[in-house]
């Protein structure tokens, strides 16, 4: 069964500081791994997506992510944080079997400090 | 740019009643889904839906809700009899190809 750990539920930085979001995750193929932003009381919008090829991706509002098969990670950083990245994270896992469903991570609140 | 919309955006009904939540996925997607967040917990999936059938469900998609695509622009989830403990955000979904999902902003609903 597919699975995904989030080991930071909150995480406080402050703005202009660097920033990473650890991800790990449990499939038994080869995954494909979403990150996912949540505003408070809003819905999920896609930051960025790895399916194959180059484990660096780039996403939307400066934000990247680096898949890492040996250790199963998918962790989000992003060099300088804004106020306006506060934000609930979420780090997903799907494929294009299973129908396609994801699962998702417990998510981590990110505080941006002035 | 194309997005998922979800009426309406909350919902308040009493406990037993039943409830219809419903979307419009991106026009050219064949790949539906329902996810719900409990309030302050992660997403969950519910249900996915291609080529007018459930492809697959969770074990809380249980024999109180149904799925359905009337037409073919909209994607509904009903809830037969509500319990409180389905007071949640449901989130609707659609994909094509199947693996990328777009979300649409989500329906609160409150059972009472």
């Known amino acids: 069964a597919q699975s995904v750990t989030q080991p930071d539920i909150h995480i406080t930085v402050s703005e202009g500081a660097s920033l990473e979001l650890r991800c790990n995750y449990s499939y038994g193929a080869t995954p ?13 919008q896609l930051l960025l997506k790895y399916f194959s090829g180059d484990t660096l991706v780039q996403g939307i509002k400066g934000f990247e992510a680096e898949f890492k098969r040996s250790q199963s990670s998918f962790n989000l950083r992003k060099p300088s944080v804004h106020w306006s990245d506060a934000a609930e994270y979420f780090c997903a896992v799907g494929s294009n079997t299973n129908a396609g469903k994801s699962t998702f991570g417990d998510g981590t609140t990110l505080t941006v400090k002035p | 740019e194309p997005e ?12 037993g009643q039943e409830v219809i939540l419903r979307c419009v996925p991106i026009s ?17 999936f519910l249900v996915s839906f291609y080529n007018n ?13 149904s799925v359905e695509r009337p037409d073919g622009s909209n994607f509904t989830l009903k809830i037969r009899s509500t319990k409180l ?24 609903l409150l059972v009472l």
């Open chain 1, 32 to 44: 494909y791994l979403f990150w996912y932003v949540q505003s408070p009381g809003q819905g999920l």
């Open chain 2, 4 to 15: 998922v919309t979800q009426t309406p955006s909350h919902q308040v009904t009493q406990m």
């Open chain 2, 28 to 44: 050219n997607h064949l790949y539906f889904y329902w996810y719900r967040q409990i309030l302050g917990q992660k997403v969950e």
């Open chain 2, 53 to 65: 059938e459930i492809s697959e469900k969770s074990e809380i998609f249980d024999d109180q809700f």
């Open chain 2, 85 to 108: 403990e389905d007071s949640a955000m449901y989130f609707c979904a659609s994909g094509q190809p199947v693996e990328t999902q777009y979300f649409g902003p989500g329906t609160r």
